[in-house]
């Protein structure tokens, strides 16, 4: 099952959300300019990548259930 790319992919997507939104948490409780510029940009990115995660697992899971 860890051979299968799109494994790999969903695995590799999640992380990648996972590292958005703990750096989004974390600008927001930090405060500052920094937040104040660019937290809805980080959490914009967070919902796309997010979206291609849930794309990527329910394919994966509808590949897997065609046989």
Known sequence: MFSDPLV?????????VLAILLFGIGTFAK????????ANKIMRWRLGVQFVAVVVIAGFAWLRSKG
């Open 8 to 16: 790999i992919f969903a695995a590799i997507a999640c992380l990648l």
């Open 31 to 38: 405060g500052g300019e920094f937040n104040k510029r660019n």
